[in-house]
Each structure stands twice: as structure tokens, then as C-alpha cells.
């Protein structure tokens, strides 16, 4: 009987042991992660686009970006250690390093040490990594992913970063310093071409050096030999991909064999909401969303293995849909106001009285120039996305990631 006991009380053991494997052996995080950030987007930047959409569909409402499809949904906090009202460098920071910084310091701390972005701890796990921007690839939230200094301006040291991380894929609208603040460095690309990274202009060359680098960086083609502009309101270029396009560069490029972590950013809507430009922040907006659109498609086909996170750095501009005391304002005309918006928007664009006049007759407000202090929202779907239900802050986001 006792040797009976003791066999049933191994096979129990054995059982245990087998079973603590197989959990210890189960992943934590997602093998596929979709880290989507809208520079400036508050929850009144959503639902003025959603608004718009609706009107375009004619309906008063109902309409829904991809993002708001997603069942997960919470809100995030997004003050710095030293300002209740942040920047993308120390916003940018919490998020990818999980800890507060002062406003200004990228990817360092109060006493200039390096702070971590999640990245790199996957990066040497085996995922792939992939970061990448509607802005310049050196701009403030890119930036916080891979690199480190007290000085966020400081483009081309930013850039002279990039092999140091040994990340997989970048991607932007170009680099803001390609010569040096100077304008006498050796260009960006050729530095990067000299550290191992293939430097591509348009997708054209993207796709002609694809198959045959470790690493790649990817800019638009009216970047190439000169410095890509930032904070101005401009058309995309004939030539230019969208940012949903560049994320498909950059999944078929990581491919789907091996993890992967990509960092997408619409940093453009930010932009716009400086200059309280409604029409073109909506445009920005919904670029945003098609690329959020292209990391859902993956999903489908990967449910059980991916996560998709949006969120935003900080809110730009105390957008609001109303403005104004009159009744009035309770019917937005989205048709009149894209009419009026393309028929005179030269003015607008470089009159700010014209333009807050329109924003006025339009029944939209715009309460500041800069940023705003409020909770951004934080949508989710996928593996371990209920993690980010309820409300959060910025640097809680790269442990929910890592899955600790």
C-alpha cells in the first residue's frame, strides 16, 4: 500500500512539473506587436474625424475608425516629471521606457543616464524591430525608441544612433538634420550606409534592396540630399507612399516567421493641431487610422498571436466639436465646411486670422497652439489587450507590453 502511495505521489509530482513547463514555456507578450502612436491625438481629434465621416456617409454620426472598432478601450495619462503639460520627447520617453522623465529629455533620465526603450530587451529575445514615422525618422517619439540625449533637437547625433540599436527596419519622411546642423557632416544616408544599414529613397529603391539587406532604412523620395521638413502642412507629393504603405513595407520586410515589434507613428497629426488646422488634422487622422487598418489585417490573420495598441503622446490643440455660444453650432455642415476649406484653403493656410475665422463659422474650437494636459485614449485588440482597459498612464504602457 505504501509503495502504491508512493507512486501515485511521483506520478502527481511528475504531472505538476510537466504542467509548471508547460506555462513557464508559454509567452508572456504577443508574438506580433503593433505599437500605434498618434502624435497629438486626444479623444475630440477621433471623434471630429468620425464626425466628418459620418457627414460624409449622411449621417449625423455612426461612422467608426478601425481604432474604435477595437473592444478594448482606456484612457492614459500623459504628464512628465517636472510639467503637467508634456512634450514628445519626455512622452515619448515614458511610453517606451516605462519611466518618467524631465520635459525635453529624450531617452534619458533627471541625471542624463540612458533609459532602456522596450525595444531593445526584444530585440535580444529574437523579435524583429521596425520603427517608424510619417515625420522624420530622427523626430522626437521615433527618436525615443533608439535613442538617448538631453538635446531632442539635435537631429543628426539622433541619427548617428541608429546602428547602435541594430534595429531591423526605419521608416520616415526622411532625416531633419541629413548634413548637420552645420550643413558640412557627411550626409545621413552615407553615414548609415557606412554602418551597415541600405538607405533607401521611394519605394522603388526600398523594393530593389528588400531581398538583399539585414537592415534597412526607408525614406520619401523628396528627402533624398536634403533635410525633411517638419511642422508645415503640406500635400503629400506625387511620389510620397502613405503611412499605410510603409507599414506594409515594413511587415513585409520583418516578414512573419520570427517576432516582431513595430513602432508606427502618425506624428503629422500633431502638426496640424499646432497650426489648428481642422481639415488638414482630420486628413492626418484618418491617414493614421488606414495604417492602424493594415496592422488589423495582419491580425486577422494571426488573432492568437498579436497585439495592436493606439495611443496618443499628448493631446494637441483642445480641439472640440462646438464652439461659441449660439445654438447654431448643434449641426456641423462637414460638406459647406470641405467646400469652403478647398475652394479658399491657400488663405487659410497662411493667414492664422483667416484661418480661426473658419475654424469659428465651422463651429470647431481650438482652445491653444500647443499641447494639452488632458488623458489621451488608448484602444486594443488582440493578446493581452485587456491590460490596457480603464485608465493608465504612459509609462505603465512598456510593461504591459513586455507582459510583466
Excluded at 494639452?372 to 491590460?387: L, R
Aim: overall charge negative; charged content about 25%; aromatic content about 10%.
Amino acid at each position: 500500500m505504501k509503495k502504491i502511495i508512493l507512486i501515485i505521489a511521483a506520478i502527481a509530482m511528475a504531472m505538476s512539473l510537466n504542467s509548471c513547463q508547460e506555462k513557464k514555456e508559454e509567452s508572456p507578450r504577443a508574438k506580433y506587436i503593433f505599437l500605434m502612436i498618434g502624435d497629438g491625438m486626444g479623444a475630440s481629434h477621433v471623434a471630429v474625424a468620425e464626425s466628418y465621416l459620418s457627414a460624409k456617409a449622411g449621417k449625423i454620426g455612426g461612422e467608426q475608425l478601425t481604432m474604435t472598432q477595437f473592444p478594448y478601450y482606456g484612457t492614459c495619462t500623459t504628464h512628465c516629471l517636472d510639467k503637467t503639460i508634456t512634450c514628445s520627447a519626455a512622452s515619448g520617453t515614458a511610453i517606451a521606457s516605462g519611466q518618467k522623465t524631465l520635459y525635453s529629455r529624450l531617452g534619458c533620465d533627471a541625471d542624463f543616464n540612458r533609459l532602456e526603450s522596450m525595444a531593445f530587451p526584444l530585440k535580444e529575445e529574437g523579435y524583429k524591430i521596425g520603427i517608424m514615422s510619417s515625420v522624420p525618422i530622427t523626430h522626437a517619439t521615433p527618436a525615443a525608441f533608439y535613442a538617448s540625449t538631453p538635446d531632442r533637437g539635435d537631429g543628426y547625433g539622433i541619427m548617428k544612433q541608429i546602428p547602435d540599436s541594430g534595429f531591423d527596419f526605419f521608416g520616415g519622411s526622411g532625416f531633419e538634420d541629413m548634413f548637420g546642423k552645420d550643413g558640412q557632416q557627411l550626409g545621413a544616408d552615407k553615414y548609415l550606409e557606412q554602418h551597415g544599414y541600405e538607405v533607401c529613397f521611394g519605394p522603388e529603391e526600398f523594393l530593389a534592396s528588400a531581398d538583399t539587406c539585414e537592415r534597412i532604412v526607408f525614406c520619401q523620395q523628396k528627402s533624398k540630399a536634403e533635410d525633411a521638413k517638419a511642422y508645415v502642412s503640406e500635400e503629400a507629393d506625387a511620389e510620397d507612399i502613405t503611412l499605410a504603405e510603409m507599414l506594409q513595407l515594413a511587415i513585409d520586410y520583418l516578414g512573419d516567421e520570427e517576432p516582431f515589434f513595430i513602432m508606427c507613428e502618425g506624428g503629422d497629426i500633431d502638426w496640424e493641431s499646432h497650426s489648428s488646422y481642422t481639415m488638414p488634422m482630420i486628413e492626418k487622422v484618418i491617414s493614421f487610422d488606414n495604417a492602424i487598418a493594415v496592422a488589423y489585417e495582419f491580425y486577422k490573420a494571426h488573432p492568437e498571436e498579436t497585439l495592436i495598441v493606439v495611443t496618443a503622446d499628448h493631446e494637441t490643440g483642445g480641439v472640440a466639436i462646438g464652439q461659441g455660444e449660439s445654438w447654431s453650432n448643434t449641426f456641423i455642415d462637414w460638406i459647406k465646411i470641405e467646400e469652403e476649406w478647398e475652394k479658399n484653403k491657400e488663405k487659410y493656410l497662411q493667414d492664422s486670422k483667416a484661418n480661426r475665422e473658419f475654424n469659428e463659422a465651422s463651429h470647431i474650437g481650438w482652445t491653444t497652439s500647443y499641447h494639452t494636459g488632458g488623458a489621451v485614449p488608448v484602444f486594443s485588440i488582440g493578446k493581452g489587450a485587456e491590460k490596457f482597459m480603464g485608465r493608465i498612464d504612459n509609462a505603465d504602457i512598456k510593461g504591459k507590453i513586455l507582459g510583466k
